[in-house]
């Protein structure tokens, strides 16, 4: 921990008592500029250590550091994760997002940048990348994200992504794996994206956090662990992306080096890689139908949940987590050397 650094007291908003009901935003603002009748008066010079656990501490608060929130509106979340990282986090925290103009990319940018993460966010969509970026930029600083082109095919794309980051930020401790289509006719490009740009992303990332650490995270897909009728090219590169995770996150390079490696597998998601398609995208767009019906289509919070949960459980290097609208497990492998039963 750092000393003498973070939040003055006077800054930090503490209710005096315990709201009634769940109409946080009576809270009182998370605006530094605002004195809300619960302010503490009597400034002192700098936060101290028991303070933050005090916070945190406070059931109607927090209840614990790192899942629920309970009591608390999107600013005053977002303020109390500022202080949180000023103070236990003395470096900025940077993240690199694929495929991060829209969907599920676009969402997990958000979540980061309202945990104050600098965040670079790629894809091949410069429209919609150029976009997005305006609206964060807008929302959560300038200085804070930026656009890059890239195409997770190229090799060089990347790395030039990768040296600018850290020109930029001078680190990269998260990388997100997500840009990935469903595409069953042109299923070399389908491989090239899905797989390959995950092995590209994931290699560059573990040679540069072999230094100090990090977190991969490889979006993979429910389909990835299941068989998909109407789609095996794209299963079986989701498949593939789970076991490259599970495979590197056993080697020492990863392992004994801080870095952890995760995959997500989310069920059908409101995004356009399942509303706006095709039917030579599939193998019999028709079957897609009940499988939509069985498992309906999640918001992107939900997947956002699963993405903050894979980022914040310390323990789940290696681990797949699915992620549908009633599930959200560590797939448990079978062990296929397990002696038979006699
Ligand atoms: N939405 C779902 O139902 C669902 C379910 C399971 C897994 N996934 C996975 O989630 C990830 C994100 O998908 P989404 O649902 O947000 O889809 P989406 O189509 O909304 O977004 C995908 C983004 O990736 C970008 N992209 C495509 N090719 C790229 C490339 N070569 N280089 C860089 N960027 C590229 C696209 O331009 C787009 O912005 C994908 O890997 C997808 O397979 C999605």
Known sequence: MKENVGVRRYQIILPTSKPKSKKVSELPAADMNLKPAY???????????????????????????????????????????????????????????????????????????????????????????????????????????????????????????????????????LIVNNAGIIHETQWRKCIDINLNGVIQGSMLAIDHMKQGGGVIVNVSSLSGVLPTLYAPVYSATKAAVINFTRSWAMNPAVNQNSIRMVTMCPAFADTDIIKDTKEEQFQGKQFVDPFLEKLGIMPLERVTEGFLKVLDDQDNNGKSLIVTANVMNYVTFPDPLKPENK
């Not at 101290?48 to 899942?67: E, G, K």
């Not at 600013?75 to 003395?90: A, G, M, V």
């Not at 940048?113 to 969509?125: A, I, M, T």
């Open 39 to 173: 302010l503490k008066t009597k400034p002192e010079p700098l936060i101290l250590p028991d303070d933050v656990t005090n916070i945190f501490n406070h059931d109607y608060l927090f209840m614990s550091l790192q899942n629920e929130y309970k009591w608390l509106n999107t600013e005053s979340k977002h303020f109390l994760q500022q202080i949180y990282n000023s103070i236990f986090n003395s470096k900025m925290t940077v993240a690199i997002v694929t495929g991060g103009a829209k969907g599920l990319g676009k969402a997990f940018c958000e979540a980061l940048l309202k945990r104050s993460y600098k965040v670079c966010f790629c894809d091949v969509d410069t429209d919609e990348g150029e976009n997005t970026q305006k609206y964060f930029a807008k929302q959560y600083g300038n200085g804070n994200v930026y656009f890059q082109k890239c195409d997770v095919r190229s090799e060089n794309d990347f790395t030039v992504m990768f040296n600018g980051v850290l020109q930029k930020y001078s680190s990269i401790d």
